[in-house]
């Protein structure tokens, strides 16, 4: 299938006055959306309907693997969503931090800038620094799209509690770790998974060197998209609203 094809694919609309959250997933190409698996193109969400009839080579040019999607697809459903939704209190995970926010500069290629600051974040939890942002606000044309940092996911789980990691298994390759962890939260009794894959080099002003943190990087991505999966939507788009909000107080 060639791209032209994938361009006629509208992406589905986004209601930026509900602050609708688009969520990046594994390797930053997965996207759950109620309750389907999509592959997030350069221009379009790509539908399960239209990506299961791809030959894995075409899935592999976004740097993912069919047995990923599948995974994904097989934990995680609308019942992830709505099951004991009731269970959880949004009065509970709000935050009283104000300036907490991150733009987003690319407008047409946001992704790529959002992992590279979800793996800032990350080592500078590794290194015991205070993580405070928790919400990207990612401009576009017509409209404002907002999603979680992974400071941002991590929070919510915390307040939320009940939440635990049940086990994480780690395997590599010759260029690349990939990770799964299995996070269970036991008030609504739900269990999912998340994955993802990490490279064990970086590119540097002085080329390509490995990458010190490339395990921990792909350990902490894997239970943050298992974290993702596990807050309901209606959690994450009213604390996205408080945070926004929040900012809003603060400059006036």
């Avoid at 939704?85 to 959002?114: A, L, R």
């Avoid at 907002?146 to 635990?164: E, N, P, R």
């Avoid at 994480?168 to 998340?194: H, P």
Wanted: glycine share 4%; net charge negative; aromatic share 8%.
């Amino acid at each position: 299938m060639d791209e032209k094809k994938i361009d006629e694919y509208k992406q589905p609309e986004v209601n930026a006055e509900q602050n609708a959250v688009i969520e990046t997933k594994p390797v930053d190409r997965i996207i759950v959306k109620d309750g389907k698996v999509y592959i997030q193109g350069d221009k379009r969400l790509i539908p399960p309907e239209m990506w299961k009839k791809w030959s894995d080579g075409y899935i592999e040019r976004f740097g993912i693997t069919r047995s990923m999607l599948e995974d994904i697809e097989k934990h995680y459903s609308d019942k992830t969503n709505t099951t004991h939704e009731q269970n959880t209190d949004v009065k509970q995970v709000t935050c009283e931090h104000s300036n907490n926010i991150i733009k987003i500069s690319d407008e047409k290629h946001p992704f790529g800038e959002m992992a590279k600051i979800d793996e800032e974040q990350i080592v500078a939890e590794i290194e015991g620094r205070i993580l405070d942002k928790y919400v990207y606000e990612i401009p576009r044309k017509d409209k404002v799209e907002f999603c979680l940092t992974y400071a941002g996911i991590k929070t919510i789980i915390q307040k939320m509690g009940g939440v635990s990691i049940v086990d994480v298994i780690v395997n590599e390759t010759e260029n690349t770790y990939r990770a799964k962890a299995i996070v269970v939260d036991k008030k609504r009794d739900i269990q999912v998974i998340g994955i993802a894959e990490q490279s064990k080099y970086m590119i540097t002003k002085n080329g390509r060197e490995e990458d010190p943190f490339a395990l921990q990087k792909c350990v902490s991505k894997a239970i943050r998209n298992a974290y993702r999966l596990i807050i309901p939507e209606y959690v994450a788009t009213e604390l996205i609203k408080e945070w926004v909000k929040q900012r809003t107080s603060n400059q006036n």
